[in-house]
């Protein structure tokens, strides 16, 4: 038997995961179904669903906003890292040569 193809990452807009996260919440469908009808995992829809509820105050944890600012400093902080080790490398080789 072959290898299962993986799924290509897809990226979904806010507004999108709401629909989903407002379907699922209503009721009429469970998370497994509704992620059938669109062609989502249920993992993801599960995690939307349950980002929604951090992002309204209903479970605990980073909100979306938190999520996205961590984000930003963990890749601000990963650039600074390779600036500083540039600039040592800078100062090791100059030294080196007006020896």
Aim: proline share 4%.
């Amino acid at each position: 038997m072959g290898k299962k193809k993986p799924r290509p990452r897809r990226s979904f807009t806010p507004e999108f995961k709401a629909e989903i996260v407002e379907l699922c919440q209503r009721g009429d469908r469970s998370v497994g179904q509704v992620a059938k009808d669109f062609d989502l995992t249920e993992t993801a829809v599960r995690d939307w669903i349950r980002q929604a509820e951090v992002d309204t105050g209903e479970r605990d944890g980073p909100t979306s906003g938190e999520r996205e600012e961590l984000a930003r400093l963990w890749q601000e902080n990963r650039r600074l890292r390779e600036d500083v080790d540039i600039l040592r490398r800078a100062t090791a080789f100059f030294a080196k040569e007006t020896r």
